[in-house]
Nanobody, 124 residues
Framework: QVQLVESGGGSVQAGGSLRLSCSAS????????MGWFRQAPGKEREGVAS????????IYADSVKGRFTISQDSAKTTLYLQMNSLKPEDTAMYYC?????????????????WGQGTQVTVSS
């Protein structure tokens, strides 16, 4: 089992930036892919960005393309999400998650280890 702990959330104004981090411990080598997901009040959890193969493959939700960047250190112990040009609609609880097998996917149902989340609030 992999343990995941998110950090870096906070409150910013529209147009600002935040960088989220996710610290992974445990059997990290057994997990092929990691991702960032978010859930706003009253909405379903949605995939934001995912990464597999230590950075060899990445995908993004259309709503964040060109603004967010997912990355991972070579040891696969820390996952990052650089968020630029933030919008009020990016306000949500952000979670990182991992899954054992590919292919790369933003479907939260495919992920089996989850962190507790970090809140991101963007004001207009």
């Amino acid at each position: 089992q992999v343990q995941l702990v998110e950090s870096g959330g906070g409150s910013v104004q529209a147009g600002g930036s935040l960088r989220l981090s996710c610290s992974a411990s445990g059997y990290t080598y057994r997990y092929a892919c990691m991702g960032w997901f978010r859930q706003a009040p009253g909405k379903e959890r949605e995939g934001v960005a995912s990464i597999c193969g230590g950075g060899g493959a990445t995908i993004y939700a259309d709503s964040v393309k060109g603004r967010f960047t997912i990355s991972q250190d070579s040891a696969k112990t820390t996952l990052y999400l650089q968020m630029n040009s933030l919008k009020p609609e990016d306000t949500a609880m952000y979670y990182c998650a991992s899954k054992k097998w590919g292919p790369i996917s933003n479907d939260p149902d495919e992920y089996n280890s989850w962190g507790q989340g970090t809140q991101v609030t963007v004001s207009s």
